[in-house]
C-alpha cells in the first residue's frame, strides 16, 4: 500500500483526499516508478471539477512527474531498475507515491535536471514547445500576446517567444508578477486589473494588432483576445482557467479571417518520436538558460488540497510542485 491522492466525488479542493491505495505489480510493457516530484496544472483542477471527465470514478488526479524506476514487467528494453524517468499526459494518476507508467510514455531525464525542475517542465514545457514551435510557429518580428504571462506555462512561452526573436506582451494581475514576467522576456506588461488590455494592445501595435495570442484563461479574455489580432492572426486558446468561453459564430471571424483553435500537448506527442522530440527540445533549452524555470511553490503531497485552492486563486507564479511526504519538502 501506497499514500496517494484519491477523487470520490466532483468539486472544491476538499474532494482531495489522501489515502492508502494498492499499485499492483507492472504488466507486460509497463514500469514501476517511486515518484520523486509531481507537477500540478490547471488540467489536473479541470478533472476535479469535470470540466473535463476522468475515465473512471474513483481517480488519482495528476498528469506530470518524474521518479525512479523501481521494477519493470515483461519484455522491457531500454528502461531499468534505477532510471530517472519523466512523463506527462496519460495515463492520469500522478498524484501517487508510487504509480505503474507504460513504458512507451516516459522519457529519460537527464543529470543536468533536478527531479523538481523535471516535474514543473514536462507538462508545461512540451506544451509551450508545440505551441511556439508548432501550432503557430513564432519567428523573429511577431508580435505575440501572452495572458497569464507569469503563470507556470505563461512564463515559459514569454521566455520562448523572446527567444525566437518576437516582441512578447503578457498580461498579469499584480505588480509582483508584472517584475517576473518582464525578467521572463516580456517587453510590455500589461496589469489588466489596472487598465484594458485590448486599448493597450492597440497602442503598443499602434493599432495593427498581434500575430498570435496565447490565451489560457478562456472567458474572461477570449472576446478581448480575439479584438488583439490583426488580419490573418492566429487565436490559440489552450485552457480556461475563469471558464469555458462563450460560443463563437463563425461568421465573426471573417472580418479579419482569423484563425481559431483549441490545441492540447496530447495530439503533439501522439507518437513516440514527437514526444521524444518535445522533451529533447525542453530539456536542452534548460540545460542552456534559454529557459528558466521557476518551481515557486512546492507542497507535501498530501496538500493537493492547498496546492490546488493557492493555485485557482492566482497566489501562485510560476511552477507548483507536490512531493511525496516520506521526502519532506517546505513550502
Not at 522491457?76 to 507515491?97: H, L, W
Not at 543529470?111 to 514547445?129: E, N, Q, R, Y
Not at 514576467?181 to 498581434?210: L, M, P, W
Request: net charge neutral; hydrophobic share 40%; proline share 6%.
Amino acid at each position: 500500500m501506497v499514500k496517494a491522492i484519491r477523487v470520490y466525488e466532483l468539486g472544491g479542493p476538499e474532494v482531495l483526499k489522501w489515502e492508502d491505495v494498492e499499485i499492483g505489480e507492472p504488466n507486460e510493457g509497463e514500469i514501476y516508478v517511486k515518484n520523486q516530484a509531481i507537477g500540478v496544472n490547471f488540467i489536473d483542477i479541470y478533472f476535479r471539477k469535470g470540466v473535463y471527465k476522468a475515465a473512471t470514478m474513483p481517480f488519482t488526479p495528476g498528469m506530470e512527474a518524474v521518479g525512479v524506476v523501481t521494477a519493470v514487467g515483461p519484455g522491457i528494453t531500454g528502461r531499468k531498475v534505477g532510471d530517472v524517468v519523466a512523463y506527462a499526459g496519460t495515463p492520469m494518476g500522478s498524484y501517487s507515491e508510487e504509480q505503474i507508467l507504460p513504458a512507451n510514455k516516459v522519457v529519460p531525464v537527464p543529470p543536468s535536471i533536478d527531479p523538481t525542475v523535471g516535474a514543473s517542465i514536462m507538462l508545461k514545457g512540451m506544451t509551450a514547445h508545440f505551441l511556439v514551435r508548432r501550432c503557430f510557429k513564432v519567428e523573429p518580428g511577431h508580435i505575440v500576446l501572452v495572458h497569464a504571462a507569469a503563470g507556470g506555462v505563461g512564463s515559459l512561452l514569454c521566455q520562448w517567444a523572446n527567444a525566437l526573436g518576437a516582441t512578447v506582451i503578457g498580461t498579469v494581475s499584480t505588480n509582483e508578477k508584472a517584475v517576473q514576467a518582464k525578467e521572463d522576456g516580456c517587453h510590455h506588461v500589461i496589469i489588466y486589473k489596472e487598465e484594458d488590455f485590448v486599448a493597450r494592445v492597440n497602442e503598443i501595435t499602434s493599432g495593427n494588432g498581434v500575430h498570435v495570442v496565447y490565451d489560457s484563461v478562456g472567458k474572461d479574455t477570449f472576446q478581448g483576445s480575439l479584438a488583439c489580432l490583426r488580419a490573418r492572426g492566429f487565436m490559440v486558446n489552450f485552457g480556461q482557467s475563469s471558464g469555458i468561453p462563450d460560443p463563437v459564430p463563425l461568421p465573426s471571424l471573417g472580418a479579419k479571417s482569423l484563425f481559431l483553435t483549441r490545441p492540447s500537448l496530447m495530439q503533439y506527442t501522439a507518437t513516440r518520436d514527437e514526444l521524444l522530440e518535445a522533451a529533447g527540445e525542453v530539456f536542452a533549452n534548460v540545460a542552456s538558460g534559454v529557459l528558466r524555470v521557476r518551481v515557486n511553490h512546492k507542497y507535501p503531497l498530501s496538500q493537493a488540497a492547498q496546492a490546488h485552492a493557492d493555485l485557482e486563486s492566482r497566489k501562485t507564479s510560476g511552477c507548483v510542485v507536490l512531493i511525496p511526504d516520506c521526502i519532506g519538502t517546505t513550502s
